[in-house]
């Protein structure tokens, strides 16, 4: 079906092109026009200078966006499409045999992108199932985001997600040793550690410490020394900052930050996904008929989560977007991706949010020579909006048009969908 879509060139015309440099002064630009040639950006400028470019290459076709705003696609950095939590709607998931879950999050996948998400970082997902998703949507046999994945997250034994597939049991400097090494092997591009309990555990506490300083030591040195970023599932800030001391390069929630804390992340340049939309989701819990000790928990824990989120912006961490929900979850008026950058922009400003949903996670990804901003030579991985993404944040729950590897993969105003 996407194969009668794939445009060998095209120009989109009659659209406004803005990414995630705006924060360091590079303007909007009005009346732009982009030629994609294949799978990546050949062109991007005034639209006279880029039409004149491409028929002096030949064969186009043109694509008229109607004044749309252009940005680079979302990347989302907390993502599981094999989520399950505890109650009836993960209890659906755990129970899938592995084909079944495949299948599952293959959907979850195209859902996804759909959104306007081209990129995800996968966080922990069960059984290895997400190297098999990947290279199905490399090789366009499934519609889906580009994925970079940790694969399982390791866990000390009992530790926090040791329920379920998503993580392996480590114990020991050689058993980490060995898990880094695992995951490696197995594909992962970073390398995801439960380092303090969180909130899904019936048995821990938020603050609960769960690795040893050698321990952590052997992921981080062994990840490094394979040349893979760890981030870790972090909660407490006594915890935090010896693994930011060991070289920890990504914070995930970071729930119970202090002003000591944020100040070494940001000297050390270590990332906060903040995912604040995890104490704050009760909607989404009741339909998954998530447990009432773990809504409490979590929605307990939401005013002091802002609070750090709050200083960790002051500090100057750089704030990534990743919304721990399915990215693609509808969720107060639009998807769990979406809501968090909302959530987000309210302690940052829109201009700022749109480069934590784009060029920022794609520079921790190191994947900035072929994504997250719209310039020749990059993969034209693009999305569509009539709002100015730079006025308000909510510009992006009126995305319109996904585009990814120069393939249009959704187009309201024709009705077009992949699937
Ligand atoms: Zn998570």
Redesign the pocket.
């Known amino acids: 079906m996407s194969e009668d879509r794939a445009a060998v060139s095209a120009v989109l015309v009659n659209c406004t092109v803005v990414d995630g440099r705006i924060v360091d002064g590079v303007a909007p630009q009005s009346d732009a026009g982009i030629l994609v040639r294949d799978d990546r950006i050949a062109a991007v400028g005034p639209v006279d200078a880029v039409l004149a470019q491409a028929r002096a290459e030949g064969e186009h076709a043109t694509i008229d966006l109607d004044g749309a705003y252009v940005t680079p696609g979302l990347t989302n950095m907390?993502t599981?499409l094999s989520?399950s939590l505890p109650g009836s709607g993960g209890d659906g998931v755990k129970g899938m045999n592995p084909h079944e879950l495949a299948l599952y999050m293959a959907d979850g996948a195209r859902r996804t992108l759909l959104c306007g998400v081209t990129t995800v970082r996968c966080?922990?997902e069960k059984e290895h199932a997400d190297f098999a998703l990947r290279r199905a949507i490399a090789a366009g046999r499934v519609v889906g985001p580009r994925i970079f994945t940790a694969g399982q997250a390791l866990v000390c034994t009992g530790g926090h997600?040791h329920e379920s597939g998503d993580t392996l049991e480590c114990d020991g400097a050689d058993g980490f040793r060995r898990g880094v090494r695992s995951q490696v092997k197995a594909g992962a591009d970073l390398i995801k550690v439960m380092i303090s309990g969180?909130i899904a555990g019936e048995h821990e506490s938020i603050h609960t410490r769960q690795l040893f300083t050698d321990e952590l030591r052997a992921v981080i040195d062994t990840a490094h020394a394979w040349g893979r970023r760890v981030t870790a599932?972090a909660g407490p800030a006594p915890v935090i900052a010896e693994a930011v001391e060991l070289g920890l390069d990504c914070v995930?929630?970071g729930y119970q930050l202090t002003p000591e804390v944020v100040a070494r992340m940001a000297a050390q340049g270590t990332a906060l996904v903040p995912?604040l939309l995890?104490t704050r989701c009760k909607e989404f819990f009741d339909e998954l008929g998530v447990p009432e000790w773990m809504q409490c928990r979590s929605l307990g824990a939401g005013p002091r989560h802002l609070e750090s989120f709050a200083m960790a912006v002051a500090a100057g961490v750089e704030v990534l977007l990743?919304s721990?929900m399915p990215p693609f979850w509808h969720f107060e008026g639009t998807n769990a991706s979406v809501r968090e950058l909302e959530y987000m922009s309210e302690g940052i400003g829109p201009a700022r949010a749109l480069r934590a949903g784009t060029l920022g996670p794609i520079r921790w990804l190191g994947a900035e020579a072929d994504l997250g901003t719209i310039e020749t030579g990059k993969y034209a991985d693009l999305v569509a909006m009539d709002a100015d993404p730079t006025a308000e944040t909510s510009a992006f729950r009126g995305i319109r048009w996904v585009m990814k590897g120069g393939r249009v993969v959704r187009d309201d105003r024709s009705g077009w969908s992949a699937w």
């Open positions: 907390h599981h989520l966080v922990a997600g969180g599932h995930e929630h995912t995890v990743g721990d």
